[in-house]
């Protein structure tokens, strides 16, 4: 799946969580309906870490991503938990937000502000 044109919100540090996995969560801001915009938070793991270190909250990037799910019972409680995750494996720059475009971005209409 992809997220297009969408706004770089926030960036949070790797996480080691055990030896054999590492993550690194991110927010971006989706505005498909300008009124109802929505913040989305997708993970980077494991050789995919690091992969939106090259930009900051603000860029407008590009996201391919992978949905996960795992369901996991709890031993002592047979308690069945469904878990749901959004894994990033690519993040490029927006195509139209070059900054030798002065930073314009030609998937929004201007503003005459």
Do not use: C, H
């Not at 030896?19 to 997708?42: A, R």
């Not at 870490?49 to 391919?64: A, M, S």
């Amino acid at each position: 799946m992809e997220l297009k044109n969408v706004k770089i919100e926030v960036i949070n540090e790797p996480q080691v969580i055990s030896e054999n996995f590492t993550k690194q969560e991110f927010v971006v801001l989706y505005e498909e309906n300008p009124q109802y915009p929505q913040f989305i938070k997708l993970e980077l793991v494991n050789k995919s870490v690091g992969r939106i270190d090259e930009y900051r909250p603000g860029d407008y990037v590009d996201v391919t991503f992978d949905i996960k799910g795992k369901k996991y019972i709890d031993k002592k409680t047979e308690e069945t938990k469904y878990f749901t995750s959004l894994q990033a494996w690519r993040v490029n720059k927006a195509v139209g937000t070059d900054e030798s475009y002065g930073g314009i971005n030609f998937n929004e209409p201007p503003s005459f502000e």
